[in-house]
Nanobody
Framework: QVQLVESGGGLVQPGGSLRLSCSVS????????MGWHRQAPGKQRELVAT???????NYADSVKGRFTISRDNSKNTVYLQMNSLKAEDTAVYYC??????????????WGQGTQATVSS
C-alpha cells in the first residue's frame, strides 16, 4: 500500500505564494506519474497538474503560468509551487499517484489533503 502525506497548506493573502509538498512511501516513486488535484467547497475535484516519471508536466488552464509542479526522486517527494494566488484557488489540495509509467497501469492512491486558503 502506497501512502501519501501532504503538507504546506495555510492562509495567504491574494497575490501571495504557497509551496505544497507530498511525501510518498515505497520504492517505486520514480516510475510514477504524480498529480495534484483540488476541491473547493461545493465543487467537484479538479486536476491541477501532473508530472510524469520523465518530467513531463501538464497544467490546468486556470493555473498555467502561476503554478509549478516538480519532483525530487531522491526524497520521494512531489511539490506544487503556487504563486500569484487568487481567492478562487482556495481549496483542499490532494496529491495522488496517477499511473505506473513502466507498465501503464492506472493507480488510485491519494493523500489526505491539505487546505490552502487565499483571503485578505
Amino acid at each position: 500500500q502506497v501512502q501519501l502525506v501532504e503538507s504546506g497548506g495555510g492562509l495567504v493573502q491574494p497575490g501571495g505564494s504557497l509551496r505544497l509538498s507530498c511525501s510518498v512511501s515505497g520504492s517505486d516513486f520514480k516510475i510514477y506519474t504524480m498529480g495534484w488535484h483540488r476541491q473547493a467547497p461545493g465543487k467537484q475535484r479538479e486536476l491541477v497538474a501532473t508530472i510524469s516519471s520523465g518530467g513531463l508536466r501538464n497544467y490546468a488552464d486556470s493555473v498555467k503560468g502561476r503554478f509549478t509542479i516538480s519532483r525530487d526522486n531522491s526524497k520521494n517527494t512531489v511539490y506544487l509551487q503556487m504563486n500569484s494566488l487568487k481567492a478562487e484557488d482556495t481549496a483542499v489540495y490532494y496529491c495522488n499517484v496517477e499511473r505506473n509509467d513502466y507498465d501503464g497501469h492506472e493507480l488510485d492512491y491519494w493523500g489526505q489533503g491539505t487546505q490552502a486558503t487565499v483571503s485578505s
